[in-house]
């Protein structure tokens, strides 16, 4: 059974890089789309960005002057890097398998990331 | 302010019938582009809950169905149960924004 886990650092000063990586384990990357959600504590879900496992990205406009998410097949993770963070940054990452026509079949238990000095 | 709109709550007794709307626009819903359900229980992950408008992933109840209609799409809960109790989100494509978007959340609480 395929399992996601998200996992990087809690806490992030404000300028700084939020990088974070999704371990994808009991099947193979490939073949599927892959994705950042997160969720500000006490709000809803917004969307990130996909990377396919070919390499391609799509990214949410209002943060893609500030985001990279890239893909290693040969370790079976893909990760997210978010630059210039501040504390509107401050959510809950989820990573999650993501089908063609864009919904999110399969997720990860997400990591809380505090953008915090 | 979310691009696709909720209620912020509903609620119901057990066995009631509840639903859930999430209102769009000509760019989004309104454009053809798929409205899926995502069941989101307090302190986990969300869950996919109906994909393609009225489809169920396998292991979900066929209590929970979703429609689409226009600009507008719907989540039904039948026979309303205790461990309904959760978050429940819409999402689908904007082409306007050229991102998936996210209803702000309906929160059901079970009485």
């Known amino acids: 059974q395929v399992q996601l886990q998200a996992s990087g650092p809690g806490l992030v000063k404000p300028s700084e890089t939020l990088s974070l990586i999704c371990n994808v384990s009991g099947g193979s990357i490939g073949n599927y789309y892959w994705s950042w959600i997160r969720q500000p504590p006490g709000k809803g879900l917004e969307w990130i960005g996909f990377?396919?496992?070919?390499?391609?990205?799509n990214y949410n406009p209002s943060l893609k002057s500030r985001v990279t998410i890239s893909i290693d097949m040969s370790k079976n993770q893909f990760s997210l890097n978010l630059s210039s963070v501040t504390a509107a940054d401050t959510a809950v990452y989820y990573c999650?398998?993501?089908?063609?026509?864009?919904?999110?079949?399969?997720w990860g238990r997400g990591t809380l990331v505090t953008v915090s000095s | 302010q979310s691009v696709l709109t909720q209620p912020p709550s509903v609620s119901g007794a057990p066995g009631q019938r509840v639903t859930i709307s999430c209102t769009g626009t000509?760019?989004?819903?309104?454009?053809?582009?798929?409205v899926h359900w995502y069941q989101q229980l307090p302190g986990t992950a969300p869950k996919l809950l109906i994909y393609?408008?009225?489809n169920r992933p396998s292991g979900v109840p066929d209590r929970f169905s979703g429609s689409k209609s226009g600009t507008s799409a719907s989540l039904a809960i039948s026979g309303l149960q205790a461990e309904d109790e959760a978050d429940y989100y819409c999402?689908?494509?904007?082409?306007?924004?050229?991102?998936?978007?996210f209803g702000g959340g309906t929160k059901v609480t079970v009485l």
């Open positions: 999650a398998r993501a089908m063609p026509t864009w919904y999110f079949h399969l």
């Open positions: 393609g408008n009225n």
């Open positions: 990377i396919h496992y070919r390499g391609s990205t």
């Open positions: 999402q689908s494509y904007d082409t306007s924004l050229s991102a998936v978007v």
């Open positions: 000509r760019s989004n819903i309104g454009a053809q582009y798929d």
